[in-house]
């Protein structure tokens, strides 16, 4: 009769040959049940369900992640859109007093005694309102290039620009300091050095047509001011003014117009909310 130690003797045995004859295979089925512990589903069992789900976003479009369209920060932009109002209102400052003074000079332009208040020889408010003037003609031209889908690319330079200050000063000069015989002439040969001014340093149709607009309504305003008293053009010809003052006008809207585009070369585009 077999006894009971020489069954587990035989047991035993019998399994150790067995592994011994699989070499290794303890040791792969030990390596495939830690790589199914370590798997993301057995880990997220584990884990239960997140008590705070992230809610379910659509594709994150680029400017996402506290950035504008054009890849800056949320207020890179608005910092922008400062720096060039500032600039451009300085320079309707400069242009203001240096042609304002030179129409004064010239007698073309009068104030009462009582509104002279500055070294130039002008009225305290007209430094301010053409510096303020200035600022939005300067935005609203890339503004309006923007919306319209028609960038303006014709003689995109500094060089340019300054170019076309200096010519458009030259119409103002010219306006204060040629004889002709009477001021239809003088208008008609104002008018046309507009127009070249358009057409040598712009050609654009929103520029054209802003700065017919632009004429227009400054026209209006001066009309409503001398109309008040609160200044006078001498030998005035076109109601309370001179005839060639819409050209002045519309040149000045044109150059302080290319101003605004060169400065707004290059910048970070609007944010657009999501």
């Known amino acids: 009769m077999p006894r009971l130690d020489d069954h587990c003797w035989s047991c035993s045995c019998a399994q150790g040959a067995r592994h011994r004859g699989r070499p290794g295979a303890g040791a792969g089925g030990l390596a495939a049940k830690v790589g199914d512990m370590l798997s993301p589903a057995a880990l997220a069992a584990r884990r239960g369900p997140d008590p ?27 910092h922008h859109l400062v720096q060039r109002s500032l600039v451009l209102f300085s320079v ?35 430094p301010p309102c053409c510096g303020t003037a200035a600022a939005v003609v300067g935005l609203l031209y890339p503004c309006i290039d923007s919306h319209l889908g028609e960038p303006h690319k014709f003689k995109r ?3 340019s620009v300054m170019r076309c200050v200096a010519v458009f000063v030259g119409i103002n000069h010219a306006s204060a300091k040629l004889d002709f015989a ?8 104002l008018a046309a050095l507009s ?25 209006l305003i001066t009309q409503l001011l001398v109309y008040n008293g609160v ?12 005839s060639w003052l819409p050209c002045i ?11 605004g585009r060169q400065l707004a070369m290059g910048l970070p585009e609007k944010p657009h909310s999501d």
């Open 52 to 78: 705070d789900p992230a809610p379910t976003r659509g594709p994150r479009s680029p400017g996402a992640g506290g950035r504008g369209a054009g890849g800056g920060p949320p207020g890179s932009w608005h």
């Open 92 to 126: 309707g400052v400069v242009l203001a007093l240096v042609l304002n003074l030179l129409q004064v000079q010239r007698n073309v332009t009068l104030f009462p005694e009582e509104v002279i208040a500055t070294i130039f020889s002008s009225a305290w408010w007209v």
């Open 157 to 159: 330079e500094w060089a």
């Open 182 to 189: 009477n001021n239809v002439q003088l208008s008609l040969t």
């Open 195 to 219: 127009l070249g001014l358009w057409w040598t340093f712009d050609r654009s149709r929103s520029g054209l047509g802003l700065g017919i607009t632009i004429a227009f309504l400054a026209t």
């Open 231 to 242: 200044y006078q053009y001498t030998s005035p010809d076109f109601l309370y003014i001179r």
């Open 249 to 259: 006008f519309f040149s000045g809207g044109v150059t302080v117009g290319n101003i």
